[in-house]
């Protein structure tokens, strides 16, 4: 019932033949209202292939496509971050700077989650795909949490074993996703001359 008053006022709309009754009740009268309201504003509010509004939502899907291609294509530049941070990581608490190693396992986190977010499921050579997400929780849990309570206790002891198990749990993720020829190792030289300290 509804849906044929709107159609007929939409018509009517368009043929310039409104009228209203010459007492109407006021039930009555905000019913029409309503309907011819929304009959005659339904028309700007539909998106045709000619409308300005719709060309624009289909160059900003297309902006968003292109963006999610370029992001999606490659996890090797985030990966790179992740090294750099973990590197630095491990040089700063051989040297005690405490708060700078506790400034580089955030970031590590950091760009760990950055690297599953962007790309949440590997497809695998072989065929197959592989769910990342269960092995940064496992890294997160099993290597990343004990390096952040040995920087907080200052134990340079725990520090190394966290981070070496660290270390075997990256190498997991990367067998796991038919990478294992990655094999991280510890460091021998800091990637950032500038914040950790001389030998």
Known sequence: MVLRQITQALSDCKLGKLTMKR??????RLSLLMVLGFACVLPTLALGQDNPLQAE????????????NVAVRSQSHMMMDVEFQFA????????EQWDLAAFFMRETQSHIAWTVRVRPVRNLAAGGTVDLKPLQLAIEQGGLAPIKAAIEQKNSKVF?????HTLQLCHGCHLATGLGYLEPHIPKRPPSTTLIKDE
């Open 23 to 28: 007492n109407p009740s006021m039930k009555s």
């Open 88 to 95: 630095n990581l491990w040089f700063a608490a051989k040297h």
């Open 57 to 68: 939502v289909e160059a900003l899907k297309q902006k968003v496509a292109d963006l999610d």
């Open 160 to 164: 190394r074993a966290a981070y070496e």
